[in-house]
């Protein structure tokens, strides 16, 4: 019993996804305080105090509070469009390295071919 909790939990799937979960807790803080400390005070506050709302949580109409459900959404939004720039930051960084490896792979130099092949053109020339 305790042979096959070891072979589960040494497991490469196993691991791979403790490793997972723990960066994408780490990256869902940089993402809530990204949102809490530099978002919400720079763009979404003044537009709520421009609409005269201090607090969109606490909007009721007849004991509905439609303010709970809309801060949701609000909040679903901001999230999503800060991961979508950060994910695409990332592909635009991942594609600039993939081109600098290539342009380093192209300018390696001849081939041997390349070289052979030159050396038999040069005899053929004499």
Known sequence: ???DLKEFLLRGNVIDLAVGVIIANAFGAIVTSLIGD???PLFLNPALKAAGVEQIAGLKWNGIA?????????NFLVIGTV??????????AQSLTKKE??????????????????????????
Request: charged share 25%; proline share 2%; net charge negative.
């Open 1 to 3: 019993m305790l042979k």
């Open 38 to 40: 530099v978002i919400t």
């Open 66 to 74: 439609y303010g709970s459900f809309l801060s949701a959404v609000i």
């Open 83 to 92: 991961l979508f720039f950060i994910v695409k930051s990332v592909e635009k």
């Open 101 to 126: 490896e290539d342009t380093t792979e192209e300018t390696a130099g001849p081939t041997e071919l390349e070289v052979l092949q030159e050396i038999k053109a040069l005899l053929e020339s004499k």
